[in-house]
């Protein structure tokens, strides 16, 4: 077997254990598995281009907020609560994500390897869509109330995170309607799209309805960008009126007591204890605008003081006898939970990262000319719209939804940067 031969053996093997990852990253308990098909790669793809000898490195934009935010997360650990749980956080949820995003980056050799990974992640969510319907009826749930979650094959029962990983795939799948030509393809995503969008409907989720309606008002934006006018008014109004039989119907969980939130003044002026007890009878709203005051309450003594790296360290901090009936281990935050732990400096380079990876997607798709870099940067640019809004009513910047927000942006990356950039470079030694 020559060297050619071997590489291509490297490179399917690595693309099997990629797409291994990307089935079952939305799946409870399988950690193991995970692992192998994480670090394998990582491994392989060192000793291919050794073999090789034709390593190319070719940056993403990233590696300045990369290296910035890594370091304001190190010099956390000097005043962190639990240096030990930051150093592990800094490992879990900064090195490993980071180190995924760059093996699927470097990982994607074709266009086609890239619409391979993102279809076994279709047929993930189809699974994973199914149970979903299994378990509600199963649980004896309703498709018209809020009487239990369906969490899929992630959270039964809970929802969050099952809504948070459908508005990941929703995107891939609404944008690939548009650029996927074959009639059976566009039925097959149409079909999939209803799928997940149930899915997602059946978690009963607040912050999921809120960041598939900023997805919609966002793609709409886009279609107008690109002078689709008839896509873009039928997108914003089917968001519109699906938005009006949700709230006349009430199938928003916890509607009537959105009305029970105290106004911004009452908020500065009411304290954390009063916020949990005597607003809404809904614990979940109540409670995380009680963690939030108590949060930027501890943040305002000194913006600039770093708590420690960590999602689970904000509880260590604050929680007393006065408050330990409603503060939980996280802010169910997450930009306030990185402006707890990393202050105002490392809020800001947070701030930058994710603002770099926004830019730099919107920028590809404004100017690829190919299908499958406008494909891609349209998905990721909407689907980031999503995750984000997730985030900013929950501490959703980690564990499995990191790792598969990560990946798809390597993907992606290497679609919109990485391949047409060597082509580039192979015409000019030609």
């Known amino acids: 077997m020559d060297i050619r031969e071997k590489v291509l053996w490297i490179d399917n093997i690595i693309l ?14 399988t950690a193991t598995i995970r692992s192998f098909a994480l670090f394998t790669p990582a491994i392989l793809l060192v000793f291919r281009y050794y073999l090789a000898k034709d390593f190319r490195w070719i940056n993403t934009s990233f590696e300045l907020p990369f290296m910035a935010f890594f370091i304001s997360a190190a010099a956390s650990l000097m005043t962190s609560v639990d240096p030990h749980e930051s150093l592990k956080e800094i490992r879990g949820e900064l090195l490993t994500p980071i180190l995924l995003f760059y093996i699927s ?51 039964p029962g809970g929802g969050e995170v099952a809504g948070l990983y459908h508005t990941m795939v929703i995107p891939l799948l609404f944008w690939g309607m548009f650029y996927f030509r074959k009639v059976s393809q566009r039925s097959a995503l149409a079909l999939l799209l209803i799928i997940n969008l149930i899915g997602l409907h059946v978690t009963f989720t607040r912050a999921a309805y809120l960041a598939l309606a900023v997805q919609a008002i966002l793609a709409g934006i886009l279609l107008f960008r690109k002078k689709r006018w008839i896509s873009g008014f039928v997108i914003l109004i089917v968001i519109f009126l699906t938005g009006l039989v949700y709230t006349e119907n009430k199938l928003i969980r916890g509607q009537d007591n959105l009305s029970k939130i105290p106004s911004l003044e009452e908020y500065l002026k009411i304290s954390p204890e009063e916020i949990a007890t005597n607003y809404s009878t809904d614990a979940s709203l109540s409670y995380r605008l009680a963690i939030w005051k108590t949060a930027i309450e501890d943040i305002s003594k000194n913006p600039f003081y770093p708590h420690g790296y960590g999602r689970f360290l904000f509880g260590k901090a604050v ?8 503060i939980h ?41 190919e299908d499958m870099p406008q494909y891609f940067s349209a998905s990721l640019i909407t689907m980031m719209a999503g995750y984000w809004v997730n985030n900013f009513l929950g501490s959703f910047d980690g564990d499995d939804s990191k790792l598969l927000f990560m990946m798809l942006l390597g993907i992606g990356m290497a679609v919109m940067r990485r391949l047409p950039k060597e082509n580039e470079l192979l015409k000019q030694r030609q």
Request: charged letters at 15%; proline letters at 2%.
């Open 319 to 326: 929680r007393n006898d006065k408050n330990k009936h409603f």
């Open 16 to 29: 099997f254990c990629l797409s291994v990852l990307i089935f079952v990253l939305p799946i409870a308990h």
């Open 105 to 155: 980056y470097f990982s994607v050799k074709k266009d086609s390897d890239g619409i391979l990974l993102t279809r076994i992640l279709f047929i993930g969510s189809l699974i994973f869509g199914i149970f979903s319907f299994y378990d509600l009826y199963n649980k004896g749930g309703s498709l018209f109330e809020a009487t239990y979650r369906a969490g899929g094959l992630r959270d």
């Open 329 to 369: 281990p996280q802010t169910h935050n997450t930009f306030i939970g990185v402006f707890f732990e990393l202050g105002i400096q490392g809020f800001l380079i947070f701030l930058w990262m994710i603002g770099t990876f926004a830019w730099v997607c919107w920028r590809y798709w404004v100017a690829a000319k």
